[in-house]
Structures are given as structure tokens and as C-alpha cells.
């Protein structure tokens, strides 16, 4: 039987009920988090805890309940319960502005937010990190707040099915011409021997895995851009990776039915691929 958290409780799935005027259901009104847990441990807990605070915070969304160290403790409860205290897991957390008669503008001062988290097993697909996987690339029809993790992932969502109609992983977006990230992952390529990634701006999501990336880019001391990377620029990209919570580094050796480089992993990629792993599991 799997617990999920709802609300200050700790129900069985099954039982958990949120009411159908909920806005995080009427409005995608709620911010949301992805965490990896490994053997009991939660990975970068603090980075995403910020991520979420700063989220509610511009949204004018209550903290009240989703602070740091209570969504921390019951995240590492939902795992234990679940006897997910072994191995791999994540826990999706959300909270959203809560439940109130539809009106577009705020609901009144006071209405209880929703905060719902829910842990599952994970398995890395390690096979697919080994080999590669291809992409394709689409405009990004998302709005001019990427920055924030909204449960709004209408764009994400039509962007992954087409990656998928298209035989393929993941989806690389571009506005105005210019490459942002992927559909639920960051994206960095190489050009010219020098890695490459969209800067931190409204237009992505500042990705918890992007900041163990570049800090292993400084770490490893490889060359290194926070620029974007143009559409017109993908037939002389040498290497794309994208990286996630759920992702870690994935190659992409084929875009749009065109291989990347010579169509395997690249060096740079690899590097990158075992320092997260060694952040991740500590070997
Ligand atoms: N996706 N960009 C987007 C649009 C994302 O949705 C994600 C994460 C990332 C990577 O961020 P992080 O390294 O913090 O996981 C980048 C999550 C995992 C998801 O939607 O399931």
C-alpha cells in the first residue's frame, strides 16, 4: 500500500482526496518538485527547497506548511514508510494555491494551501546514459516564466509526445531562433570544443542538476559558456547532453533523424556523465 502526505496527514493514495475547486486542478495555480533520493539520502535537498521558496514566494503563494525542513522530513518519512529507504526513489512535492470558488484573481486571504507529496521507486535508465538517445528539435511555445516550476506544463507535455511520436527522448526547444533547454531537462552542447548552455534568464528553468553540472565544469576546468546555442549552429554541434533530477546526463547522439558528432557519446559528455554519477552515488 503506497502513503502519500496530503495536508499534514499521511493517508494511503487511495484515500487521499483533494476538492474539485482546487486551483492547482482549475487553473495549474501551484508550484511543484522533483527530488532523487538515494539510499535514504535526498540530493540537493536545499537547492530545490530554495527553488520551491522562491517559486511560492513570487507567486504570492503561502509557505505556510511547505517550509524547508517539514517538506524535508516528509519527504524522508513518504520514503521510509514506503520502504523506499534502500536503493533509488523520488518524491514529487506540490502546493498549490489551494481550493476557493473559481475566480481568476486571488481566492481571500487565508484559504489553506494544498501540499501533497508522494514518493516512488526509480530506476535509472543506465543503458539509454550509456548509449545515447535522440532528440528532435521544436519551437518552445511555453509562456515568459520559465524560470518557475508551475504545474502549468502544457508546453512540456506537447513537446515530450512529439518527441516520442518522432522515436525520441527528449525535445530541444528554441525561441527566436536560439536553443533554451529541453522539454523537462537542460540542455548543453559543445561547439568547438567549448561547452555551451543557455544562461540563467525568465526563459528556463534554473535546473538543481544544471548546478552540479557546472560545478563539475569548473571542477574538471573544461571550457566553458553560458551562452546560448543557436538553431543554425546544430550542424556543427559536436556534443548535446540534457540533465535532470530523473534525467542525470543523458547523450543525445541523433537530432532530427541527423547524427551529433560521430553519433556516440562525446568525450566532454562522458566526463560530465561520470562526475554527476560521482556526486550522485559517491564512486
Ligand atoms: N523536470 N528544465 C525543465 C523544463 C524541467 O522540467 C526540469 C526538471 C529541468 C531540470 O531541472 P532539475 O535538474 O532541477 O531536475 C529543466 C522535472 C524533473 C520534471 O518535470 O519531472
Given at each position: 500500500?503506497?502513503?502519500?502526505?496530503?495536508?499534514?496527514?499521511?493517508?494511503?493514495?487511495?484515500?487521499?482526496?483533494?476538492?474539485?475547486?482546487?486551483?492547482?486542478?482549475?487553473?495549474?495555480?501551484?508550484?511543484?518538485?522533483?527530488?532523487?533520493?538515494?539510499?535514504?539520502?535526498?540530493?540537493?535537498?536545499?537547492?530545490?527547497?530554495?527553488?520551491?521558496?522562491?517559486?511560492?514566494?513570487?507567486?504570492?503563494?503561502?509557505?505556510?506548511?511547505?517550509?524547508?525542513?517539514?517538506?524535508?522530513?516528509?519527504?524522508?518519512?513518504?520514503?521510509?514508510?514506503?520502504?523506499?529507504?534502500?536503493?533509488?526513489?523520488?518524491?514529487?512535492?506540490?502546493?498549490?494555491?489551494?481550493?476557493?470558488?473559481?475566480?481568476?484573481?486571488f481566492p481571500p486571504a487565508?484559504?489553506?494551501?494544498?501540499?501533497?507529496?508522494?514518493?516512488?521507486?526509480?530506476?535509472?535508465?543506465?543503458?539509454?546514459?550509456?548509449?545515447?538517445?535522440?532528440?528532435?528539435?521544436?519551437?518552445?511555445?511555453?509562456?515568459?516564466?520559465?524560470?518557475?516550476?508551475?504545474?502549468?506544463?502544457?508546453?512540456?507535455?506537447?513537446?515530450?509526445?512529439?518527441?516520442?511520436?518522432?522515436?525520441?527522448?527528449?525535445?530541444?526547444?528554441?525561441?527566436?531562433?536560439?536553443?533554451?533547454?529541453?522539454?523537462?531537462?537542460?540542455?548543453?552542447?559543445?561547439?568547438?570544443?567549448?561547452?555551451?548552455?543557455?544562461?540563467?534568464?525568465?526563459?528556463?528553468?534554473?535546473?538543481?542538476?544544471?548546478?552540479?553540472?557546472?560545478?563539475?565544469?569548473?571542477?574538471?576546468g573544461l571550457p566553458f559558456?553560458?551562452?546560448?546555442?543557436?538553431?543554425?549552429?546544430?550542424?556543427?554541434?559536436?556534443?548535446v547532453f540534457v540533465c535532470?533530477?530523473?534525467?542525470?546526463?543523458?547523450?543525445?547522439?541523433?537530432?532530427?533523424?541527423?547524427?551529433?558528432?560521430?553519433?556516440?557519446?562525446?568525450?566532454?559528455?562522458?566526463?560530465?556523465?561520470?562526475?554527476?554519477?560521482?556526486?550522485?552515488?559517491?564512486?
Amino acid at each position: 500500500m503506497t502513503t502519500v502526505y496530503l495536508n499534514g496527514q499521511y493517508v494511503p493514495k487511495e484515500q487521499a482526496m483533494i476538492p474539485v475547486e482546487d486551483r492547482g486542478f482549475i487553473f495549474g495555480d501551484g508550484i511543484y518538485e522533483v527530488v532523487r533520493v538515494i539510499n535514504g539520502r535526498i540530493h540537493a535537498w536545499d537547492g530545490h527547497a530554495a527553488r520551491m521558496a522562491n517559486g511560492l514566494e513570487t507567486l504570492r503563494i503561502s509557505m505556510a506548511g511547505a517550509e524547508s525542513a517539514t517538506l524535508k522530513a516528509v519527504c524522508e518519512k513518504l520514503v521510509a514508510d514506503n520502504g523506499l529507504a534502500a536503493g533509488e526513489a523520488t518524491v514529487y512535492l506540490q502546493v498549490s494555491r489551494g481550493a476557493a470558488p473559481r475566480t481568476h484573481h486571488f481566492p481571500p486571504a487565508g484559504t489553506p494551501t494544498t501540499v501533497y507529496a508522494a514518493a516512488s521507486a526509480f530506476k535509472p535508465n543506465f543503458a539509454m546514459r550509456d548509449n545515447g538517445a535522440k532528440g528532435i528539435t521544436l519551437a518552445d511555445i511555453r509562456w515568459a516564466r520559465c524560470d518557475l516550476k508551475t504545474v502549468n506544463l502544457l508546453g512540456p507535455v506537447l513537446a515530450r509526445q512529439a518527441a516520442q511520436e518522432a522515436g525520441a527522448y527528449e525535445a530541444l526547444m528554441h525561441r527566436d531562433g536560439m536553443f533554451t533547454e529541453g522539454a523537462a531537462t537542460n540542455a548543453f552542447f559543445v561547439v568547438k570544443g567549448v561547452l555551451r548552455t543557455h544562461p540563467l534568464t525568465n526563459h528556463i528553468l534554473p535546473g538543481i542538476t544544471r548546478v552540479d553540472i557546472v560545478e563539475s565544469i569548473h571542477e574538471l576546468g573544461l571550457p566553458f559558456e553560458e551562452r546560448p546555442v543557436a538553431l543554425a549552429e546544430l550542424p556543427g554541434v559536436e556534443e548535446v547532453f540534457v540533465c535532470g533530477t530523473t534525467t542525470d546526463v543523458q547523450p543525445l547522439v541523433e537530432i532530427d533523424g541527423k547524427p551529433v558528432g560521430n553519433g556516440k557519446p562525446g568525450p566532454l559528455t562522458v566526463k560530465l556523465k561520470e562526475a554527476l554519477a560521482k556526486r550522485l552515488y559517491g564512486k
